[in-house]
């Protein structure tokens, strides 16, 4: 399969700062790529569309559209079908995503467990698998997972590998590359990628930055501003779970990350929470209580620093959990006895839209926004 030759690509921090000595254009060759992602994405997004309602959605011309379609074709990218017009009148073709024209595999990965996905071109999961992790050997047991994934769907082109984790290094890239038939892995952290999923297949957003935060063996936060990913210096934007909160000013992992979750309810009860069962139990409710109260802190903060249209909360904890939680955080919020303004502009929240936060979605996402689709930043 065709690879298109520009793409995302995360910005070291050198990049973000000093002066930028000229602004560089794009070759004819990276012009001719981006003009088959935008025809690409708009059947993505909006498509079936006939010849006439793509142009409408991207601005190109007639034959070069015609051009595009052709090449999409013979990459087995999109397929045509005749659409009859109302009343049996002229019929006009029409083109509509192949999904199966692409796969990708994704991987979130946390100290101790992994979770891994395949993912065709329409962002639908064909089969997820879990696995255990050991830190001291994470890079061989990332590629035995990769490797048994694709080696069970052979027949399938699979074009790429995403990874989504806060703890991986461009060494451990460089050595799953050489190890693995896929090229080298594309790489985000988590928040970032659950963030990227939930803006380019999830549900419609309204305009603005998207905040979310995910509550795993730590608390961490990610941003799309303009539907960019925000990192930060050194990458640690985000980084809440590290802040004193709450009236007894306690760091916020120790209240809100899993470790305290787990010591409230107990092993057996943390691991029924895990595999999704949905219950209710007195110390689960005290937890929710408490971890709201020190949560609503650096919602409070990104509210009033950054504003975003909406914050999500995800991660490994059922919906109905995640939904108390944000219940909750609505009764905090109004509570003056601990914090003693109300704060109408806290942004509205919600649940993440994908289990586990979209994050291994997100991470399959990579590959197609590196070679194939149009960066959230400009759909």
């Known amino acids: 399969m065709r690879h298109l030759r520009s793409g995302p690509r995360r910005l070291h921090t050198q990049e973000l ?93 946390r100290k101790r467990r992994g979770e891994i996905v395949l993912v065709d071109l329409s962002g639908q999961v064909h089969e997820r698998a879990y696995f255990d992790v050991d830190p001291a050997d994470k890079v061989r047991l990332v590629h035995a997972a990769v490797r048994d994934m694709v080696d069970r769907h052979a027949g399938l082109p699979v074009i790429g590998l995403g990874i989504a984790a806060n703890e991986w290094t461009e ?57 960019v990913p925000y990192s930060g210096v050194h990458g ?6 590290e802040m004193l909160t709450g009236p007894d000013n306690v760091q916020l992992n120790t209240v809100v990350g899993f470790g305290s979750l787990r010591a409230r309810i107990g092993e057996e009860d943390f691991a029924r929470l895990l595999k999704g069962e949905e219950f209710s ?6 937890w929710i209580r408490e971890a709201a109260g020190h949560l609503l802190d650096p919602i409070i903060a990104m509210a009033g620093f950054l504003a975003p249209s909406t914050v999500m909360i995800g991660g490994d904890l059922p919906q109905g959990v995640i939904q108390a939680l944000i219940h909750q955080l609505s009764i905090e919020r109004r509570d003056t006895s601990t914090r003693p303004i109300i704060t109408p502009w806290i942004s ?24 194939l689709l149009l960066p959230p930043a400009s759909a």
């Open 348 to 371: 509205p929240m919600r649940p993440a839209s994908f289990s586990g936060g979209g994050v291994a979605l997100g991470a399959a996402l990579l590959p197609f926004l590196n070679t």
């Open 236 to 241: 640690r934007a985000g980084s809440i779970g």
């Open 281 to 286: 139990c007195p110390l689960l409710s005290q």
């Open 17 to 109: 700062g000093g002066p930028r000595a000229k602004t560089v254009g794009l070759r004819s060759g990276e012009i001719a790529d981006r003009n088959i992602r935008v025809i690409l994405e708009a059947i993505r997004r909006h498509g079936p569309l006939t010849r006439t309602e793509l142009g409408r959605h991207s601005g190109l011309t007639g034959p070069g559209i015609t051009n595009i379609l052709r090449r999409l074709a013979e990459e087995k990218l999109v397929t045509s079908n005749r659409r009859i017009g109302l009343g049996g009148g002229a019929t006009a073709t029409e083109f509509a995503l192949r999904p199966e024209g692409a796969f990708s595999v994704g991987l979130k990965l």
């Open 171 to 227: 060494d451990e890239s460089d050595v799953i590359a050489t190890m693995s038939t896929i090229a080298r892995p594309y790489v985000e952290n988590e928040c970032t990628a659950g963030l990227l999923f939930e803006r380019t297949i999830g549900s419609a957003l309204p305009e603005g930055g998207l905040a979310m935060i995910i509550i795993d063996d730590d608390v961490q936060a990610g941003f799309l501003i303009r539907g």
